[in-house]
């Protein structure tokens, strides 16, 4: 569907007789429902003549086609890609059925994988002249459902969500309405078949019912298995006609009986659900010549928007592309311009090429820098301090020097001293004031005194 | 009409988009190019900055010695005079260069021979407080055999002066004057 409504009214047909549920879904995803008196429907729901905007603002109408209007098929491919099997299973849909393709509407509603690996579906199929003629009955009610779900679909999902499936339990749900009865068969969560009688005047009184609904179970259910009998339509509040046949079937397939809550807008119940939740089956069999005007409009609306919305990025693409460009040449140009600045500053007077910025402003730097130099080096940490902690470090250490010759980074001496070890000392002191120290001592021969020699490196400031 | 009208939008929208898609391509590709330029260009700046860090410190410097009010350098014989006892430094001028700003660098040689070397640090002390600053470059001593504390020492000094110019001779004559 083109659009996502939030009020949804599920129309059913029963014996001439409309049942109107009005859902609303929250903006949590909560779905409530009330059920419309004749009053209410005709004020409240879209007419048939009402405006088709009505889909996005005033709701959407769903109605559906009866099972015996319609059916649902399992087809098995042969293939294991589902692509492929899509392409096919269209023939092996003509194939099955009793008129052509062609005079159908049919959609594949579910796919499975078999346990060959291969691809199965489940498809949802009517005659052209059922949905025109299933149309007119609503459009004889007064309304023009946009959505036509199927019947059997709708009864199998809606007794999903209000009573949870156990894996691999039977289910056969039974919709009692005033003029048919549908069977929805099943087998824990997979939908099965559908299949819909007439329903006889009395039901309790005539046995036909109960065997023809027999002969059909037989069909899809083994004999003795148990089965979860779910009861919900127009007549399911006739207590005597569902124990009846709830009495019959469980002599067969034994199984629990469940009356469903609010059993007479079950399936308008199952139309609304259905109409505003995403979930499995979901099926419209207005298609192509039915689609209904709203529908059309909105899809039209949503081409449109979806192109507006290419054209702007396409737009915005150019736009940002252009401007992310100019903003980069911008910005390039900006730091070329500081460069120049900056350049011209420090080399003032030269014609400095482009791009040799850096070795033109280093050229004319080397020439200036030495008539600027010395006036930092004034401020440089004096030598003459240094001097002080060498003729102290010489001190402390109690050797005498003899010559001592220093220069911003290096540092000679010479001397004396009375102990071999007191060198030493010089040594270590040296180097904590940063020196990297050789020391040479030579044994004292002729006097007592071991005379020593410094070559130190570093230190200065 | 009005089919024709949507695929006219389609199209249109299509083309757009297209070229929109082609741009950025175009764009990204450009940028790369352009943002590797850029990188380099404020690695140029970067180094440019670096440079003029530089220059400015040096500027900065002058431009405390620009501020001083007496740019002559104090002679050094009197200083030697005034800072050791007994000791009449003899006094060379090694180099004499021109800086920035009318500055001059004078590097001068103090000798003093047969000298207590303590009183050096002295001498190094007031040299080294007044206005334009002396500094030391170089320092060789050498102790004397005669007597202990005693000792041979020259010191290269140098300093930036603006006015005049301070030759071994008149230096020696005015220390003379003084004595």
Known sequence: ?461 | MKGNALLILQTCALAVFMVGILASIVTIRQNLGLSAKIRNKNETLAQLAVIKQTRDRHQAALRVFEGLSNASPVSLASLGRASATNATPEIRERESRNLAAGWTLRQMEVVFSEIDLNQIPCFLHMAEEARPPWRLVECTLASSRKADGLGHAVLIMETAGKTGRQTPDNSQRRAEKAQ
């Open chain 1, 1 to 461: 569907m083109p659009f996502r409504s939030r009020v949804c009214y599920g129309v059913t047909l029963s014996g001439g007789v409309a049942v109107t549920v009005r859902a609303w879904r929250s903006s949590g995803g909560t779905v409530r429902q009330a059920v419309l008196t004749p009053g209410e429907t005709t004020a409240r729901r879209p007419s048939v003549g009402g405006r088709a905007e009505s889909a996005r603002s005033g709701g959407v109408t769903v109605g559906c086609l009866a099972v015996q209007e319609s059916l649902t098929l399992w087809l098995n491919s042969p293939l294991t890609s589902r692509a492929k099997a899509e392409k096919v299973l269209p023939s092996l849909l003509d194939i099955q059925l009793p008129f052509p393709v062609e005079d159908c509407m049919y959609r594949f509603v579910e796919f499975r994988r078999t346990s060959e690996g291969t691809v199965s579906a489940l498809v949802c199929a009517a005659r052209c002249e059922a949905i025109q003629a299933c149309l007119e009955r609503y459009q004889a009610q007064g309304t023009d459902p946009m959505l036509l779900d199927h019947e059997g679909l709708a009864l199998w999902t809606q007794s999903l969500v209000e009573l949870t499936a156990e894996p691999s339990q039977h289910r056969v749900l039974i919709y009692l309405a005033d003029d048919h009865t549908t069977l929805v068969i099943g087998c824990g969560e997979r939908y099965g078949n559908a299949h819909s009688l007439q329903m006889p005047a009395s039901p309790t009184a005539d046995n036909d019912l109960v065997n023809r609904i027999q002969r059909i179970l037989h069909a899809d259910l083994p004999s003795g298995v148990g089965v979860q009998w779910l009861f919900c339509g127009g007549r399911a509040g006739e207590t005597a006609v569902v124990e009846m046949l709830h009495r019959s079937l469980t002599s067969v397939w034994p199984g629990a009986l469940t009356l469903m809550k609010e059993p007479t807008s079950f399936l308008a119940r199952a139309l609304c659900t259905r109409a505003l939740k995403r979930g499995p089956l979901r099926c419209n069999l207005r298609l192509q010549a039915f689609t209904h005007k709203a529908v059309l409009r909105a899809a039209d609306w949503r081409t449109r928007a979806a192109a507006v919305g290419i054209l702007i990025a396409g737009i915005l693409l150019v736009g940002f592309s252009l401007t992310s460009h100019l903003l980069g040449e911008r910005r390039l140009n900006h730091v070329k311009s500081q460069i120049a600045v900056v350049a011209g500053e420090l080399a003032p007077g030269v014609a400095i090429p482009y791009g040799r910025e850096i070795s033109e402003v280093q050229k004319a730097w080397e020439k200036q820098a030495p008539q600027t130099t010395p006036f930092l080096e004034a401020f440089t940490p004096s030598l003459a301090v240094r001097l002080a902690e060498v003729i102290k470090a010489g001190q402390t250490s109690a050797v005498r020097f003899e010559t001592l010759n220093l220069k911003r980074n290096s540092l000679i001496l010479s001397g004396v001293t009375e102990d071999w070890d007191q060198c030493g000392q010089l040594e270590q002191r040296l180097k904590a004031l940063g020196y990297a120290v050789k020391l040479q001592r030579q044994e004292a021969i002729a006097e007592n005194e071991v005379r020593f020699t410094v070559n130190a490196e570093g230190g200065g400031p």
